[in-house]
């Protein structure tokens, strides 16, 4: 007996010291390790909670536990969850988190209870009091429970989709882009993350983005200088505030023309006012990840894709960098209604992720939205779900899809 249960507590040795979700992670060189030093490349989807109602979509339909459990029969290993600062404005300034039952009437109009009371059938641990943040927690919890990560990201300003130039998002000072509010609502969920920790929740938050997708403001009005120095100052600021607030998560960093450039990065290279981005500068150069998207949907060659996406930032990986650190593709998709996941375009990336061993998250977990663009109940034909979100929108591209990924994990 007392043979058997030393053999049994040797045998559970292993797991009990790598037990999920081995956080905080950090970044040596180009690499993301956990907590026991293990690589890990991040292999997920984006789940956007950033539109009007400020909710993660697709609840009225199908319950966060089965939307959970779709990406992870893939084996997908992270969410890239996105909000809106509006929602922190709102506990700030407008009496506190909104309950999500007004949040649905609020963007929706007369249907929006229509909306929230099949969000309470579907996920019945909701009711009229629970708050939007309060079904991030649960989204949170369900991962974990699952055993997948979150990736937090500042998706906009004020709700609604992204991302265009006369959005009012666009950049530092833009309409509804107030670079003071936008750093308190950082703040906020770095803080809030902490204290959840304490607690024991969102124990799988490894990262979070501060600003997804930059880009030049049709025009500029009250808008601050679109160029790196801007970017320097503003993001820097952010960074700092993040890591004191939460020096637990990594903190992902996106470029400029939507995402599409972190040209000065790697390489060390002057920003302007004397602005140069060091790595070994910072307190916590371990913490620091850099982002990029692509939707070159249309692109005839792959070698092109290669070295725009390498020149562009990728280069952050490679051994001649100043600053070598892991670059992650949060966003990138297509049309999941046609053969696109053959073209040129969906192949390279699959190729390229998995020769680089970089990571990603595809847009989108998702089959249509609350509201899109002011139409609601609005079918995304790029989305893996079908419209109602009970079934893939296509067996052969979520086929191409699972190669990318064993590929990216191998
Ligand atoms: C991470 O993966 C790379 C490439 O396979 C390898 O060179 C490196 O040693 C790995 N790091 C760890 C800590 O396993
Ligand atoms: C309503 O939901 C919230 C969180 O979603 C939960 O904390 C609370 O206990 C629920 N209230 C009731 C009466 O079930």
């Known amino acids: 007996m007392y043979l058997l249960s030393v053999f049994l507590c040797i045998?559970?040795?292993?797991?009990?010291?790598?037990?999920?979700?081995?956080?905080?992670?950090?970044?040596?060189?180009?690499?993301?390790?956990?907590?026991?030093?293990?690589?890990f490349t991040y292999v997920g989807a984006n789940w956007p909670g950033a539109g009007e109602v400020m909710i993660p979509e697709g609840l009225q339909y199908a319950s966060i536990q089965s939307i959970v459990a779709k990406m992870k029969s893939?084996?997908?290993?992270?969410?890239?969850?996105?909000?809106?600062?509006?929602?922190?404005?709102?506990?700030?300034?407008?009496?506190?988190?909104?309950?999500?039952?007004k949040a649905f009437s609020k963007a929706l109009g007369s249907n929006g209870e229509k909306f929230y009371q099949q969000v309470v059938k579907n996920n019945p641990q909701f009711n009229s009091s629970t708050t939007r943040l309060q079904v991030y927690d649960a989204i949170a919890a369900e991962l974990a429970k699952q055993e997948m990560y979150v990736h937090l990201d500042n998706h906009m300003s004020k709700g609604?989709?992204?991302?265009?130039?006369?959005?009012?998002?666009?950049?530092f000072g833009d309409k509804?882009?107030?670079?003071?509010?936008?750093?308190?609502?950082?703040?906020?969920?770095?803080?809030?993350?902490?204290?959840?920790?304490?607690?024991?929740?969102w124990p799988n938050l490894v990262s979070i983005g501060l600003r997804n997708e930059f880009r030049k403001p049709d025009s500029a009005g009250s808008s601050l200088?679109?160029?790196?120095?801007?970017?320097?100052?503003?993001?820097?600021?952010?960074?700092?505030?993040?890591?004191?607030?939460?020096?637990?998560?990594?903190?992902?960093?996106?470029?400029?023309?939507?995402?599409?450039?972190?040209?000065?990065l790697p390489g060390a290279e002057d920003m302007g006012g004397g602005k140069k981005f060091q790595l070994s500068n910072f307190k916590y150069a371990d913490k620091l990840?850099?982002?990029?998207?692509?939707?070159q949907n249309s692109a005839t060659a792959c070698g092109d894709m290669e070295s725009g996406l390498w020149n562009n930032g990728f280069r952050a990986t490679g051994d001649k960098a100043v600053n070598r650190m892991p670059v992650v593709l949060t966003e990138f998709g297509f049309s999941q209604a046609d053969s696109s996941y053959s073209g040129v375009y969906?192949?390279?990336?699959?190729?390229?992720?998995?020769?680089?061993?970089?990571?990603?998250?595809?847009?989108?977990?998702?089959?249509?939205?609350?509201?899109?663009?002011?139409?609601?109940?609005?079918?995304?034909v790029w989305g893996l779900l079908n419209h109602d979100w009970s079934n893939w929108?296509?067996?052969?591209a979520i086929n191409a899809l699972k190669q990318m990924i064993d590929a990216s994990l191998k």
């Open 346 to 380: 969906a192949s390279c990336l699959r190729t390229l992720m998995a020769k680089w061993e970089t990571g990603w998250t595809v847009w989108v977990i998702a089959g249509s939205y609350y509201m899109r663009s002011g139409k609601q109940d609005f079918e995304e």
């Open 225 to 264: 200088p679109y160029n790196w120095q801007t970017w320097y100052t503003h993001n820097i600021a952010a960074a700092d505030l993040v890591n004191a607030a939460n020096p637990n998560i990594l903190i992902f960093l996106s470029g400029l023309d939507y995402d599409t450039k972190l040209t000065p």
């Open 289 to 295: 990840v850099l982002e990029l998207h692509n939707y």
């Open 176 to 201: 509804f882009f107030n670079t003071e509010k936008w750093k308190r609502g950082l703040q906020y969920m770095a803080d809030y993350l902490m204290v959840r920790l304490k607690g024991k929740k």
């Open 393 to 396: 929108r296509s067996t052969s």
């Open 11 to 39: 045998a559970a040795l292993p797991t009990l010291l790598f037990a999920f979700p081995n956080a905080p992670f950090k970044t040596t060189t180009r690499w993301i390790l956990d907590s026991q030093g293990e690589n």
């Open 74 to 101: 893939l084996k997908m290993n992270v969410v890239r969850l996105t909000f809106a600062i509006e929602m922190i404005d709102d506990i700030k300034d407008n009496g506190g988190d909104v309950p999500i039952q």
């Open 160 to 171: 609604a989709w992204c991302c265009g130039g006369n959005d009012g998002n666009a950049w």
